[in-house]
């Protein structure tokens, strides 16, 4: 059974930081490729981020040279650290794991970010 278990979350003011992790437990970790998405109120879900299971990542064009993805398979947990944090980027924050087995899509509850102007 895979869980994932997001943390980090909070309220910052524009221009802060934090940093997200995201614990997956019930597969080998390191084969899957790992995902951010975050969604705000009103709106579709969207990808944030990606790192695969060969380390390569891809940010969506809004985050890019703000946010980074990372991955720790000894611990088999992905971060993603935001800073330069906008009011726009108020969102609850998903972690999705890829099953290297069987391609299926695994979600964590969310942990929400909001960011004040």
């Known amino acids: 059974q895979v869980q994932l278990v997001e943390s980090g979350g909070g309220l910052v003011q524009a221009g802060g930081s934090l940093r997200l992790s995201c614990a997956a437990s019930?597969?080998?970790?390191?084969?899957?490729?790992m995902y951010w998405h975050r969604q705000a109120p009103g709106k579709q879900r969207d990808l944030v981020a990606t790192i695969s299971r060969h380390l390569h990542t891809d940010y969506a064009d809004s985050v890019k040279g703000r946010f980074t993805i990372s991955r720790d398979n000894a611990k088999d947990t992905v971060y993603l650290q935001m800073s330069g944090l906008k009011p726009e980027d108020t969102a609850v924050y998903y972690c999705g794991l890829r099953l290297y087995s069987t391609d299926e899509m695994f979600w964590g509850q969310g942990t929400q970010v909001t960011v004040s102007s």
């Open positions: 019930g597969s080998v970790f390191s084969l899957n490729d």
